[in-house]
């Protein structure tokens, strides 16, 4: 297969990760978790007691590395060159991700360590604004979406398997505040490119996604 770029976009608890994470797997190519990138930096401030607004976190910027790896095949986010990957999951980087993606320097700076991973490699590299920002020129874009309740409860289960228990209404509610603030947000806002291809899995399995989407690929 020629080098190849695709986006996948699409709301919190859609699956995105999972389904990118396979397809990437099952087509050997690289997986790019563009929300962990935004969940690390969310974190680089919530340890360090810096508010997450602009002007208390400019100062900061400079100070907050992110690096992907692959460590067995499995792809790893270190955050000033500690590996987070599992920290970042938990509420308070979920939430903290959304607010600091608002902030326009903090996504310049991750913008362009992404674009850099997909001049060099094929990826499969998801995240809300892929299609319409990151990458433009994808050779493949998909919007994975489902219903808010779908994906509340997708996401439930996820926590629940993790040992990070909390109320079903509260992650709920994380996911809806999340939907608004990623939508609303001023700076590259999350919405279906033009000539993205829309997937609703609300009535899908896991397999049946990753089978359309990799199938889909495969014929680029």
């Known amino acids: 297969m020629r080098q190849v770029n695709i986006a996948l976009d699409g ?3 859609a699956g995105k990760s999972s389904v990118a994470k396979e397809c990437a797997k099952q ?3 690289i997986y790019i978790d563009t929300g962990a990138m935004y969940r690390a930096a969310a974190l680089y401030a919530i340890e360090n007691g810096i508010p997450i607004e602009r002007d208390a976190l400019l100062p900061h910027l400079d100070g907050i590395h992110i ?3 692959h460590v067995e095949g499995s792809q790893h986010i270190f955050l000033n060159g500690r590996d987070v990957s599992e920290r970042i999951r938990e509420a308070d980087a979920s939430i903290g991700s959304s607010n600091i993606a608002v902030i326009p320097e903090v996504r310049a700076k991750l913008v362009e360590l992404q674009r850099e991973l997909a001049r060099n490699n ?3 590299m998801d995240g809300r604004d892929i ?3 990151v990458l433009p020129d994808a050779d493949l874009k998909i919007f994975l979406t489902a219903s808010l309740d779908v994906r509340a409860k997708r996401r439930y289960r996820e926590l629940q398997e993790k040992g990070m228990g909390r109320a079903y209404e509260a992650v709920k509610q994380d996911m809806a505040y999340r939907d608004e603030n990623d939508s609303k947000r001023e700076c590259a ?3 279906m490119a033009e000539d993205a291809v829309l997937i609703d ?3 899908m399995t896991f397999e049946e ?3 359309k989407i990799a199938g889909m690929i495969s014929k680029l």
Do not use: A, E, F, Q
Request: glycine share 12%; proline share 8%.
């Open 122 to 124: 094929s990826v499969v």
């Open 201 to 203: 899995s609300s009535d």
């Open 131 to 133: 299609g319409t920002n």
């Open 209 to 211: 996604v990753v089978r």
């Open 27 to 29: 087509l050997g190519l």
């Open 189 to 191: 806002p999350l919405c």
């Open 67 to 69: 690096d992907i790896r």
């Open 11 to 13: 709301p919190s608890g």
